[in-house]
């Protein structure tokens, strides 16, 4: 697969799970607003409870990737795909890192070739 077929399954992949949140989960919340019963509702059976805490893990990993490679690897903006691993998800968190990596990654390539050019 190439590069921007890679970028716009990320992109399209990250923005599908933001747009079915957006419809499945705000309208109930934004009739009961009750963020903490909300949440509790992802634990209400074993099942339920397992993808819950997957997720939550996957958030966390996510989280400490983003921090890890911010320091190492000076990729900026990375906080942004911290919190949209919270809302909306975890899926939309690492579409956006997963993109703002490859686009500083390419920035830096062009920089490196213009240095490198005679």
């Known amino acids: 697969m190439n590069q921007p077929w890679f970028r716009?399954?990320?992109a399209v992949i990250g923005g599908l799970f933001a747009l079915a949140f957006a419809l499945v989960v705000v309208p109930p919340l934004l009739e009961s607003r009750d963020v903490v019963g909300a949440f509790a509702a992802g634990f209400v059976n074993?099942?339920?409870a397992g993808?819950?805490?997957d997720t939550i893990c996957c958030w966390c990993?996510?989280?400490v990737?983003?921090?890890h490679e911010a320091r190492a690897k000076?990729?900026?903006h990375g906080?942004?795909?911290v919190v949209l691993g919270v809302v909306p998800g975890v899926a939309t968190g690492f579409a956006v890192y997963l993109l703002?990596?490859?686009r500083q990654g390419a920035d830096q390539a062009a920089k490196t070739d213009r240095i490198s050019a005679p």
């Open 100 to 102: 703002l990596r490859m």
């Open 61 to 63: 990993v996510l989280t």
């Open 8 to 10: 716009a399954l990320i």
């Open 46 to 48: 074993p099942y339920a």
């Open 74 to 76: 000076g990729i900026r």
């Open 51 to 53: 993808y819950a805490l």
């Open 65 to 67: 990737w983003v921090i």
């Open 79 to 81: 906080w942004l795909a």
